[in-house]
């Protein structure tokens, strides 16, 4: 792992007994000690800690001045109605392809003078080439390089950050603002990639080790690993790109439209004019023919990706493919994500192929585990 990045938290992974693997171009700790089932239920009942240092920061102006100048430029790159979004919100968007595919998603902060971006690791430099070629004569593009990213989950998130900075009980889901502790400025949201409240916070590097390990030093707060970041998204219904999205799948084959507002729908204020709206724009008014779905095989065994899946259990081709799957500690049961035809309906039964064998597994409604986030 010579030529992967480490984050500046890194020798405080070594020192939790974190198991380092590579991820995104990085040395990443998928667990600790405790182990990755312990790891999640931890989450789910008290306050889990993520590094996410790794994903890209990004600061976007108008050179103009204007943060309404910068949304509408923002727009044009995405289906999303950024014009909309109110000073102090965040708003969750996609990057599209020519074709309607996508590129990345991220999310997007309105930050009163300027808009503040968080776009996945493995995707960040080709987001910031992306934004600068497109916008970079009336925008001022910068990646963020000196500031550290943590995620604090689950119901005992708000106890124990209130700790630190009282007034971010007052913050609801998707409120974004610039808080200080210590002597250090907080980028704060009140969002994550677990199904559960919490908060991910934006750090200067030269305090983020202390103030991990202020958190950690709570009783409610354990450090938590790639492991069980991804068991909790995945019972959230949370699309992992480059594997439940990618740029072959559309926003509605993706199941997300409800991304997409009214204002850059069809008949909207601002219909269209994003890459890939002819596509998008159809299939919002025809339908897509496959879409993401949720899955609950019936028995024990997962159904992880590239499980094909099939209309009935024996003959015929691949319906689709699972994209994710996994065990749910939460659920006590396997859940998975496929793409299927567009007119199966939830309920109906298909079947994975799992070690030379088809099982059945039933078209569920997602998240499988409920959100709690505090509206």
Same mark, same amino acid.
């Given at each position: 792992?010579? #030529?992967?990045?480490?984050?500046?938290?890194?020798?405080?992974h070594?020192?939790?007994?974190?198991?380092?693997?590579?991820?995104?171009?990085y040395?990443?700790?998928?667990?600790?000690?405790?182990?990755?089932?312990k790891?999640?239920?931890?989450?789910?009942?008290?306050?889990?800690l993520?590094?996410?240092?790794h994903?890209?920061?990004?600061?976007?102006?108008?050179?103009?001045g204007?943060?309404? #100048?910068?949304?509408?430029?923002?727009?044009r790159?995405?289906?999303? #109605?950024?014009?909309?979004?109110?000073?102090g919100?965040?708003?969750?968007?996609?990057?599209?392809?020519?074709?309607?595919g996508?590129?990345?998603?991220?999310?997007?902060?309105?930050?009163?003078?300027?808009?503040?971006?968080?776009?996945?690791?493995?995707c960040?430099?080709?987001?910031?080439?992306?934004?600068?070629?497109?916008?970079?004569?009336?925008?001022?593009?910068?990646?963020?390089?000196?500031?550290?990213?943590?995620?604090l +989950?689950?119901?005992?998130?708000?106890?124990?950050?209130?700790?630190?900075?009282?007034?971010?009980?007052?913050?609801?889901?998707?409120?974004v603002?610039?808080r200080?502790?210590?002597?250090?400025?907080?980028?704060?949201?009140?969002?994550?990639?677990?199904?559960?409240?919490?908060?991910?916070?934006?750090?200067p590097n030269?305090?983020?080790?202390?103030?991990?390990?202020?958190?950690?030093?709570?009783?409610?707060?354990?450090?938590?690993?790639?492991?069980?970041?991804?068991?909790?998204?995945?019972?959230?219904?949370?699309?992992?790109?480059?594997?439940?999205?990618?740029?072959?799948?559309?926003?509605?084959?993706?199941n997300?439209?409800?991304?997409?507002?009214?204002?850059?729908?069809?008949?909207?204020?601002?219909?269209?004019?994003?890459?890939?709206?002819?596509r998008?724009?159809?299939?919002?008014?025809?339908?897509?023919?496959?879409?993401?779905?949720?899955?609950?095989?019936?028995?024990?065994?997962?159904?992880?990706?590239?499980?094909e899946?099939?209309?009935g259990?024996?003959?015929? +081709?691949?319906?689709?493919?699972?994209?994710?799957?996994?065990?749910?500690?939460?659920?006590?049961?396997?859940?998975?994500?496929?793409?299927?035809?567009?007119?199966?309906?939830?309920?109906?039964?298909?079947?994975?192929?799992v070690?030379?064998?088809?099982?059945?597994?039933?078209?569920?409604?997602?998240?499988?585990?409920?959100? +709690?986030?505090?509206?």
């Open positions: 792992m010579a #030529d992967l990045n480490r984050t500046v938290l890194y020798d405080l070594i020192e939790l007994g974190g198991k380092m693997v590579p991820f995104a171009g040395e990443m700790p998928v667990q600790y000690p405790m182990g990755v089932m790891e999640h239920l931890f989450t789910r009942r008290h306050a889990g993520f590094d996410v240092s994903m890209g920061q990004i600061l976007l102006s108008a050179k103009s204007s943060v309404e #100048d910068a949304a509408l430029a923002l727009e790159l995405v289906p999303v #109605d950024i014009l909309g979004l109110k000073e919100r965040q708003r969750y968007a996609m990057f599209t392809n020519d074709d309607g996508i590129m990345d998603d991220l999310m997007v902060a309105n930050r009163g003078d300027h808009l503040f971006l968080v776009v996945n690791a493995a960040k430099d080709q987001d910031f080439a992306h934004l600068k070629a497109h916008l970079g004569d009336e925008c001022d593009i910068g990646m963020v390089g000196d500031r550290a990213l943590v995620a +989950q689950g119901p005992d998130a708000e106890k124990a950050l209130a700790r630190l900075v009282p007034d971010v009980s007052e913050m609801r889901f998707m409120d603002g610039i200080h502790w210590d002597t250090a400025e907080l980028w704060i949201s009140r969002s994550g990639y677990t199904g559960e409240d919490g908060f991910e916070i934006s750090v030269k305090f983020a080790e202390a103030f991990a390990r202020t958190l950690l030093a709570m009783e409610e707060v354990a450090p938590i690993g790639l492991g069980a970041r991804d068991s909790l998204r995945l019972e959230a219904g949370m699309c992992l790109y480059g594997h439940d999205i990618d740029t072959a799948t559309s926003p509605v084959e993706g997300v439209t409800w991304a997409i507002q009214k204002a850059r729908r069809a008949g909207g204020a601002r219909e269209g004019g994003f890459p890939g709206a002819e998008i724009l159809k299939e919002l008014a025809d339908g897509p023919a496959r879409r993401r779905v949720g899955l609950r095989p019936e028995g024990r065994a997962p159904m992880r990706e590239g499980t899946v099939y209309a259990p024996e003959g015929g +081709q691949p319906i689709g493919t699972v994209t994710s799957g996994g065990f749910g500690p939460s659920i006590e049961a396997p859940m998975a994500m496929a793409y299927l035809p567009a007119d199966l309906r939830e309920g109906a039964v298909v079947y994975g192929e070690r030379g064998k088809r099982l059945p597994a039933v078209i569920a409604s997602m998240p499988f585990q409920p959100n +709690q986030y505090k509206r």
